[in-house]
């Protein structure tokens, strides 16, 4: 399964709202799709799984939606310490796991 | 502590092998399956290879099937790979990763370590 992220970058100020894409080209089993952010220099961090469930410890700003093909991760009320690299990932077709290209969120 | 701490990577030469590790700390490792992830330079993320639990099963990306070997020894609480026959375009931060169960193949990934980088190079 391949995903598609959009937009590859996105510039926003903080306290605005951010909504990223992840597309799939095939439906995604059990909604089997998370998300991570990605600092420079350090090791992505699940931040969403089984496509809306937040992981421990992450703020309520950050939530997920989505199923089948479409799937969106929106991040309210940036903060300068958003900006990262957000990915996508699927997991619903065994064994082979799939991450999308990544999109840059620049918090100016 | 929870954590993950790789170690092993290094510049080596086309063809060659090299064997990374992880070792796992602060949470019962044989609980859950593990996984390697690899990040080449300036770009995204690629699935690598996973053993279950017990290392009974295993499973690898397409891109490294028949050279890269999983494995596992729960009484260290460590997970390897065993790279052979490396490319360059092998070179990348190799990620262990834990998963959330202790079976499933496919799953995401709730902790990560820190990375070891690995350069292909002649």
């Known amino acids: 399964i391949v995903l598609t992220q959009s937009p590859g970058t996105l510039s926003l100020s903080p306290g605005e709202r951010a909504t990223l894409s992840c597309r799939a080209s095939q439906r995604v089993s059990s909604n089997n799709l998370a998300w991570y952010q990605q600092k420079p220099g350090q090791a992505p961090r699940l931040l969403i799984y089984g496509a809306a469930n937040r992981a421990t410890g992450i703020p309520d700003r950050f939530s997920a939606s989505g199923s089948g093909t479409d ?33 840059r969120l620049e918090i100016k | 502590q929870v954590q993950l701490v790789e170690s092993g990577g290094g510049v080596v030469q086309p063809g060659t092998s090299l064997r990374l590790s992880c070792a796992a700390s602060g949470f ?35 891109s490294v099937q028949g050279r890269f070997t999983v494995s596992r020894d729960n009484s260290r ?23 959330p169960l202790a079976i499933a193949a496919n799953s995401y990934f709730d902790l990560w370590g820190r990375g070891t980088l690995v350069t292909v190079s002649s």
């Open chain 1, 71 to 103: 799937f969106a991760l929106t991040i309210s009320r940036l903060e300068p310490e958003d900006s990262a690299v957000y990915y996508c990932q699927q997991y619903g077709k065994s064994p082979s796991i799939t991450f999308g290209q990544g999109t």
């Open chain 2, 77 to 99: 609480n460590t997970v390897s790979l065993e790279m052979k026959r490396l490319r360059p375009e092998d070179t990348a931060v190799y990620y262990c990763a834990k998963g």
């Open chain 2, 28 to 62: 019962t490792f044989g609980d859950s399956a593990m996984h390697w992830v690899r990040q080449a330079p300036g770009k995204g993320l690629e699935w690598v290879a996973v053993t279950s639990y017990d290392g009974s099963n295993y499973y690898y990306g397409d």
